[in-house]
């Protein structure tokens, strides 16, 4: 059965810092990525990894200073975010697949979500 488990959400001041991770189970996938969710609003892409390589793409909205990486010895992938803005507060999902898109629809796993509340 293929999970994804992430973790390191919480709350933190604008211009803080917070560390997502996401492991995976059950398989090792070719792309590894995270979207956000804010209330009211449509899931977006923020960043993807793909490849052992580790070959990077991210959204224009967080270029420069989230930095997506993978341990594929643990089946894993990390989101460091940095200088944090309050329109970073969302719900973030991990999510995995084939495919080196920032299209949601080509992720087949997701996991749950993690909130992340930057506060003023």
């Known amino acids: 059965q293929v999970q994804l488990a992430e973790s390191g959400g919480g709350l933190t001041e604008a211009g803080g810092s917070l560390r997502l991770s996401c492991a995976a189970s059950?398989?090792?996938?070719?792309?590894m990525g995270w979207f956000r969710q804010a209330p009211g609003k449509e899931r977006e892409f923020v960043a993807a990894?793909?490849?052992?390589?580790?070959?990077?793409y991210y959204a224009d909205s967080v270029k420069g200073r989230f930095t997506i990486s993978r341990d594929n010895a643990k089946n894993m992938v990390n989101l460091q975010m940095n200088s944090l803005k309050l329109e970073d507060t969302a719900v973030y999902y991990c999510?995995?697949?084939?495919?080196?898109?920032?299209?949601?629809?080509?992720?087949?796993?997701w996991g749950q979500g993690t909130q992340v509340t930057v506060s003023s």
């Open positions: 999510a995995a697949g084939r495919l080196f898109s920032e299209r949601s629809s080509d992720y087949e796993y």
């Open positions: 059950g398989r090792t996938f070719s792309s």
């Open positions: 990894c793909f490849g052992a390589g580790g070959i990077s």
